[in-house]
């Protein structure tokens, strides 16, 4: 048994625009639950490229490997097997474009292959992924949902926490140009 958990949401950007910025697999960790960080400072996006990705609660990096590429149309990423005491875990993260009036609706999915005595726990990762997509699918509509002619900036906070500001604040995102031209916020 395989959980597999999708819900849709609609950002209004040209599917170019949304492909663009799912094709550079770093983007993941701005909205994804299911992913603390991605590096991949050399990788070109497309088929088959690999990233080193942390997934939630895992202390070393895992290979998410670029499994399915069809320009404007569907990304899938793979993730490292996973290792622990129950058996096996591969998370594997789906997204089908389609363009709808004046933006673009996008499928978004979550498939854990389990093995060994994870099976057993199948319904406990589908409810957990039942909770967290749909607010991972909020998130990346808020990310992308400003009107398609609108640069992509995600909040801006100084290096250092900002003077008079809070200091646990994240320091500042730099911004990156994707292959489609727009920027955001890595």
Partial sequence: MMP??????FVSRPDAEVFDFLADARNL???SSGVTSVDADDVLPGRDAAYGYRYPGRRRPH????????PCRRIV??????????GTQVPVYGFDLIPHGDGTMVRL???????????????V???AWRRDLPADARKFGDILGGSAAAP??????????????DPGA????PLRTAPGGFDYAH
Avoid: I, K, Y
């Fill in 77 to 86: 990423f793979r993730g490292q097997r996973m290792w622990s005491p129950l």
């Fill in 63 to 70: 290979r998410l490997v670029c499994d399915h590429f069809e």
């Fill in 109 to 123: 999915s979550v498939t854990s292959c389990l093995s060994a005595a994870l099976l057993l726990l199948a319904p």
């Fill in 4 to 9: 597999s958990v999708s819900t849709s949401v």
């Fill in 125 to 127: 990762v589908a409810m």
């Fill in 29 to 31: 960790a701005l909205w």
């Fill in 170 to 173: 994240p320091a500042a995102t």
């Fill in 152 to 165: 992509l900036h995600g909040p801006q906070v100084p290096a250092s926490g900002g003077s008079g500001g």
